[in-house]
C-alpha cells in the first residue's frame, strides 16, 4: 500500500491510470488498485486521527454486488513512543 495525506500521489507513487488517487493497493505482481480520493483533512476524534478517501476503482465490476473501493485510515498515537523523526 501507499497513501498521500497531502494530495494525490505523485511520480513512482502514482496509482496506474489513476491520477487523483490518495491511496493505492499494489500487488505482489505489481497490480495497482485505486483505493480512492482523499475527501477532506484529517479529522481528529478523542485522541484519534482518520483520513477517508472514496471513489476508488471498481470492486467486483460487472456484477449486481459492484462498488467502488473506499478506504479508511486510522492513526493512533503512542504516548509512550517519544520523539518521532521526518523521513
Request: contains cysteine; charged residues 15%.
Amino acid at each position: 500500500y501507499t497513501l498521500s495525506v497531502c494530495g494525490p500521489l505523485t511520480g513512482a507513487d502514482t496509482c496506474g491510470n489513476a491520477t487523483t488517487a490518495g491511496a493505492c493497493q499494489i500487488s505482489t505482481t505489481g497490480t495497482r488498485r485505486d483505493l480512492g480520493v482523499a475527501t477532506a483533512s484529517l479529522a481528529t476524534q478523542r485522541g484519534v486521527v482518520t483520513m477517508r478517501y472514496n471513489s476508488g476503482s471498481l470492486c467486483r465490476a460487472g456484477l449486481p454486488t459492484q462498488s467502488s473501493r473506499d478506504t479508511l485510515v486510522v492513526f493512533e498515537c503512542d504516548m509512550n513512543a517519544g520523539n518521532g523523526m521526518l523521513e
